[in-house]
Nanobody, 115 residues
Framework: QVQLVESGGGLVQPGGSLRLSCAVS????????AGWYRQAPGKQREVVAD???????NYADSVKGRFTISRDNAKNTVYLQMNSLKPEDTAVYFC?????????WGQGTQVTVSS
């Protein structure tokens, strides 16, 4: 059973930074693709960034240049470094991992950007 546990969310002022972590249980983590998604109140869940098993990355236009996704295969962990945060980044952030066509989700972590 693959489980994902996110951490690192919280309240931050505009212009601040946070780093989210997603710990993935199970074997073969280096073969997983992974991504971060977010869902704001009243809105659909949207992709923020994703990273392949070969470390290829993609970003939503709204976060390019501000967010960085990375992975540490030795720790079975995916990270999302978020800089220059804006109020519109406020959302619940979810981690997703994909292995052999099957997707696994974490429970989400709240990020609130407010003064």
């Amino acid at each position: 059973q693959v489980q994902l546990v996110e951490s690192g969310g919280g309240l931050v002022q505009p212009g601040g930074s946070l780093r989210l972590s997603c710990a993935v249980s199970g074997s073969f983590f280096s073969s997983y693709a992974a991504g971060w998604y977010r869902q704001a109140p009243g809105k659909q869940r949207e992709v923020v960034a994703d990273i392949s098993s070969r470390d290829d990355t993609n970003y939503a236009d709204s976060v390019k240049g501000r967010f960085t996704i990375s992975r540490d295969n030795a720790k079975n962990t995916v990270y999302l470094q978020m800089n220059s945060l804006k109020p519109e980044d406020t959302a619940v952030y979810f981690c997703k991992a994909v292995f052999i066509g099957r997707a696994y989700w974490g429970q989400g972590t709240q990020v609130t950007v407010s003064s």
